[in-house]
């Protein structure tokens, strides 16, 4: 390729041979020692006598037409040799570029921190006297990532080119050069800022979308966090009213239904439940005696052993409760529908309402089973005082395989210290619902 010297040289001066100034040339020393040796070479002849053929060479080497400064943008050029400095800025001029120099890296990042500037191009040198253009680059490429950086060196070294590459310049041209092969190191590295910047702003508009997207789908999920505690409170609320109909038929549950929660909730625990399947065995269990409500007062509040007719007649208890509790789809009915149901099944199969049998039991039914009839003899009833802690367990390992669930058992007697923290707390504590004082209260 045909290589000319720098534009305005050309216009004005040749090389002595009339041939453009190559880099092959300085090496067979026509450019003198050193970065920018043959630039200096060149001026010096400037100085003397101009070329006579200088008019041959244009200095738009590229064909294009001179252009008003400023229109393609600002250009810094950062070069300690004034001449390089001149050289380089008349070229930018004449294709459109404003120039600033800069003599230095300090003199570099005050024009470039400076207001109301901004540069789309840095041309830098590597060697000047104090911080050296690779640590310029280093710097700039950071603070001022909207900045192209080309290196514009004498030094033909190619590790110092990978090094500045690496450091992110956008290319890498070695003096001399000629007017063409600069504007088409500018040229690509301007087209390479515009294509980073470009992809820069679409993965900033993408991250935005993502934040905005998090941001919409925490507040769903907070939303919907409060809906489900709004659900969960109304839940309580009503399972509390429902089950306070049947505590106001019958005086004696009253704290009855809380310990029974609390001990149903513990077995489930311990029988390896989900958290969520434990709170809604709390919850729903106290619903399991909702069908009292269908029996008369003489049998429910009768201080005596029933008779078997009557005793038949309580059975419907169960029944009573299933049908008020189920065919909801919510959850937390259809398992009180079940424990109202089958808390008085019976392992061996001679319980009721069905005398259903072992497996045939929901395991929700087989719990409630266990924590009713241990709450039942550690109360006080109206026909009978309470059993003592230590006999009841006793009566019902009686009943290990017979009455209750084999595994539903051991796993409740094996909690036995915090089944007695919930009796025991129970019993100190106000109720939740002392429905005897306000029944009383309102009688
Ligand atoms: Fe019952
Ligand atoms: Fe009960």
Not at 41 to 53: Q, V
Request: charged share 25%.
């Amino acid at each position: 390729m045909r290589k000319l010297a720098l534009p305005v040289v050309s216009r004005r001066i040749h090389s002595p041979s009339g041939v453009p100034i190559t880099w092959g040339m300085r090496k067979q020393g026509l450019g003198g020692a050193g970065p920018g040796g043959v630039i200096r070479s060149i001026l010096g002849k400037e100085s003397g006598a101009a070329h006579p053929s200088s008019s041959r060479i244009p200095v738009e080497a590229n064909g294009g037409e001179a252009r008003t400064p400023s229109e393609k943008g600002r250009v810094l050029v950062v070069d300690d040799e004034p001449q390089v400095q001149q050289l380089i800025k008349r070229i930018l001029e004449r294709h459109g570029f404003e120039c600033e120099l800069a003599a230095s890296a300090e003199e570099a990042r005050k024009s470039l921190d400076a207001g109301g500037k901004r540069f789309q191009l840095m041309l830098c040198d590597v060697n000047m006297p104090g911080e050296s253009g690779l640590e310029l680059i280093r710097s700039v490429l950071v603070s001022h990532p909207d900045v192209a950086a080309l290196m514009v060196t004498g030094a033909d070294d190619p590790s110092l080119a990978e090094s500045a590459i690496q450091l992110g310049a956008h290319g890498y041209l070695t003096k001399p050069f000629s007017p063409n092969e600069l504007m088409i190191h500018i040229t690509n590295a301007l087209h390479r800022r515009r294509l980073e910047i470009e992809n820069r702003e679409h993965r900033e508009v993408l991250e935005r979308a993502v934040e905005n997207r998090t941001a919409a789908l925490s507040d769903a999920v907070s939303q919907l966090q409060r809906s489900e505690q709004e659900l969960r409170m109304h839940q309580e609320e009503t399972v509390r009213r429902l089950s306070s109909m049947a505590e106001l038929r019958d005086l004696e549950t009253g704290r009855h239904l809380e310990r029974m929660s609390s001990y149903c909730a513990l077995i489930a625990e311990r029988f390896g439940f989900s958290r969520e399947r434990v709170e809604l065995m709390r919850l729903a269990s106290p619903m399991h005696d909702v069908g009292k409500i269908g029996i008369p007062d003489n049998i429910l509040l009768k201080p005596a052993t029933l008779t078997p007719d009557e005793f038949q007649i309580m059975q419907q208890h169960t029944v009573i409760g299933y049908r008020i509790l189920s065919g909801s789809e919510a959850e937390l009915l259809a398992l009180a529908a079940t424990l109202a149901w089958t808390h008085h099944e019976r392992f061996d199969g001679s319980g009721y309402p069905r005398g259903i049998a072992g497996d045939e039991i929901p395991i929700e039914g087989r719990i409630a089973a266990v924590a009713d009839v241990f709450d039942a003899l550690t109360t006080d009833r109206i026909y009978r005082p309470a059993f003592g802690a230590e006999r009841a367990i006793e009566m019902m390992r009686e009943q290990r395989g017979a009455h209750f669930d084999p595994d539903v058992l051991d796993c409740f007697l094996d909690a036995m210290e915090s089944v007695e923290e919930i009796r025991i707390g129970y019993n100190r504590a106000v109720p939740a619902f002392d429905r005897k004082s306000k029944v009383k209260q309102a009688a």
